[in-house]
C-alpha cells in the first residue's frame, strides 16, 4: 500500500473508476443521498487527488482543491472518505494530515477550508480546523463551514 498524489491527467483509468466507486460507495449509498457527484472540481488542473490504494481497491481518499475552485479564494479539501473495510484503522487521520500537508505544499500561507459533515466537527478539530459557521445543509446533510488557519510559524 502507497499513498499516492495525482492530477486528474494521472490518474489511470482503473484508479479513476476505484476512486468514483468509493465516494459513490460512502456519499451515495452509505448516506442515502442522491447528489451531483461529477462536479467538473476532479477536472480542474490544480485539484490534488490524494489516495491509498491496496491492489485495484481505493481505501482512502481525498481531493484538495485549488484557490477559487470551491471556497473564493482559498485553497480547500473535500470528498474526504475510507472505506468500509478499512475504518478504525486510524486511515482518516493519516489522509487529512496528507491532504493538509498537500495543501499547504501548493498553497504555502493560506488558510485551508472545508466543508464538513457536522457530525465530524471533533475529528477535524483534531487537525486544527476551527468551525466558522452555523450549519447548514447541503444536500440534505447537516454541514458547517470549517477553516484551519495558516499559522506563521508553521513549516510552510
Not at 68 to 73: I, Q, T, Y
Not at 81 to 105: F, H, N, P, W, Y
Not at 135 to 143: F, G, M
Request: hydrophobic share 40%.
Amino acid at each position: 500500500m502507497q499513498w499516492q498524489v495525482l492530477t486528474f491527467e494521472q490518474l489511470d483509468t482503473h484508479t479513476l473508476y476505484a476512486l468514483l466507486q468509493l465516494r459513490v460507495d460512502v456519499f451515495v449509498v452509505e448516506q442515502n443521498c442522491p447528489y451531483p457527484e461529477l462536479d467538473d472540481r476532479d477536472l480542474h488542473p490544480q485539484t490534488r487527488h490524494v489516495l491509498l490504494k491496496k491492489h485495484d481497491k481505493v481505501l482512502a481518499y481525498a481531493r484538495v482543491l485549488a484557490p477559487g475552485v470551491a471556497f473564493d479564494h482559498y485553497p480547500g479539501i473535500g470528498r474526504v472518505c475510507v472505506s468500509q473495510t478499512a475504518r478504525r484503522l486510524g486511515l482518516g487521520q493519516v489522509l487529512v494530515d496528507k491532504t493538509i500537508a498537500v495543501a499547504q505544499e501548493h498553497w504555502p500561507r493560506m488558510d485551508l477550508h472545508i466543508s464538513a459533515q457536522c457530525y465530524l466537527q471533533q475529528f477535524y478539530e483534531q487537525h486544527g480546523f476551527q468551525a466558522a459557521s452555523e450549519p447548514y445543509l447541503e444536500d440534505d446533510i447537516p454541514h458547517l463551514k470549517m477553516i484551519l488557519p495558516y499559522r506563521s510559524g508553521s513549516k510552510t
